[in-house]
């Protein structure tokens, strides 16, 4: 199996690393990260309308590409739905916590936006006491202190934040839906029993418009659940490959 893996808002690629590793050594399937414009090593490419043009060049990926599977969290389960759903494609999906109809508590973003961007520049500063502040201000998605790490702080602090305060309105105010048109039945939709960010209201909403995909809650868990538990990620990971 030839599986993509999409990281979500303010993360990287390298947030799969060992996800990609430990996957590989199985040898049930090829891993690609997939990482977009704005965050990690990829260079901002969009100053408007990114969440269009990151649909846009998702598209364009996979006409180059041939996956079998796409493994998505948050924005990028966003993404990555409607690139399948409005060309009619068929991969399996497995979507983690995807944001589908918008996030209401985040659409202030709108309005605060230049305080928002000076608010991750300001944590963006490579100093002790910034990061621990990342970690702090992280708990709004992931729910055990203990599960953070180096690599949310790098993330961070390598994003563009013109980038992530723009599509994080974009989000926030995201009314897409999907088609009756668009009918796949290898989606499988994955949330958090204890996720701030993403509610049961609109996951059930997703699961309704996708003719009834299953949807798997995990226990314990928030919005990131390659944080907060990751052998139990990696486990249902593994089956939905095989399955």
Same mark, same amino acid.
């Given at each position: 199996? !030839?599986?993509l893996?999409?990281?979500g808002?303010m993360?990287?690629a390298? #947030?799969? %690393?060992?996800?990609?590793?430990d996957l590989?050594?199985? =040898?049930?399937c090829k891993?690609?990260?997939?990482?977009f414009?704005?965050?990690?090593?990829e260079p901002?490419?969009?100053?408007?309308?990114i969440l269009?043009?990151?649909?846009?060049?998702?598209?364009?990926?996979?006409?180059?590409?041939?996956?079998?599977?796409i493994?998505a !969290?948050?924005?990028? =389960?966003?993404?990555?739905?409607?690139?399948v759903?409005?060309?009619?494609r068929?991969e %399996?999906?497995?979507?983690?916590?995807?944001?589908?109809?918008g996030?209401?508590?985040l659409?202030?973003?709108?309005?605060?936006?230049p305080?928002?961007?000076? =608010?991750i520049r300001?944590?963006?500063?490579?100093?002790?006491?910034?990061?621990?502040l990342?970690?702090?201000?992280?708990?709004?998605?992931?729910?055990q202190?203990?599960a953070?790490?180096?690599?949310?702080?790098?993330d961070v602090?390598?994003?563009?934040a013109?980038?992530?305060?723009?599509?994080?309105?974009?989000?926030?105010?995201?009314?897409w839906?999907?088609?009756?048109?668009?009918r796949?039945?290898r989606?499988m939709?994955?949330l958090?029993?204890?996720? #701030?960010?993403?509610s #049961?209201? !609109?996951?059930?909403?997703l699961?309704?418009?996708?003719g =009834?995909?299953?949807?798997?809650?995990l226990?314990?868990?928030?919005?990131?659940?390659?944080?907060?538990d990751y052998?139990?990620?990696?486990?249902?990971?593994?089956n939905?490959?095989?399955?």
């Amino acid at each position: 199996m !030839h599986l993509l893996v999409v990281h979500g808002w303010m993360h990287s690629a390298d #947030r799969y %690393k060992d996800l990609k590793r430990d996957l590989e050594s199985f =040898g049930i399937c090829k891993v690609e990260l997939y990482e977009f414009p704005g965050f990690g090593n990829e260079p901002t490419r969009y100053k408007d309308r990114i969440l269009e043009h990151y649909v846009k060049d998702m598209q364009q990926y996979l006409k180059e590409q041939s996956f079998d599977g796409i493994l998505a !969290h948050s924005m990028g =389960g966003n993404v990555v739905l409607k690139a399948v759903a409005e060309a009619n494609r068929g991969e %399996k999906l497995m979507l983690l916590s995807p944001v589908y109809g918008g996030i209401r508590f985040l659409k202030p973003a709108v309005f605060f936006g230049p305080l928002l961007f000076w =608010g991750i520049r300001l944590l963006q500063i490579p100093c002790a006491g910034m990061g621990l502040l990342i970690r702090v201000l992280s708990l709004l998605t992931v729910n055990q202190w203990s599960a953070m790490d180096r690599q949310l702080v790098e993330d961070v602090r390598r994003a563009d934040a013109s980038t992530g305060v723009k599509i994080l309105a974009e989000l926030a105010s995201d009314r897409w839906r999907v088609k009756e048109t668009y009918r796949n039945e290898r989606v499988m939709v994955v949330l958090g029993e204890r996720d #701030r960010v993403i509610s #049961r209201k !609109h996951i059930k909403q997703l699961s309704t418009d996708l003719g =009834g995909c299953p949807v798997k809650i995990l226990e314990r868990t928030g919005h990131t659940a390659v944080l907060e538990d990751y052998d139990r990620l990696l486990e249902l990971v593994g089956n939905w490959i095989v399955g």
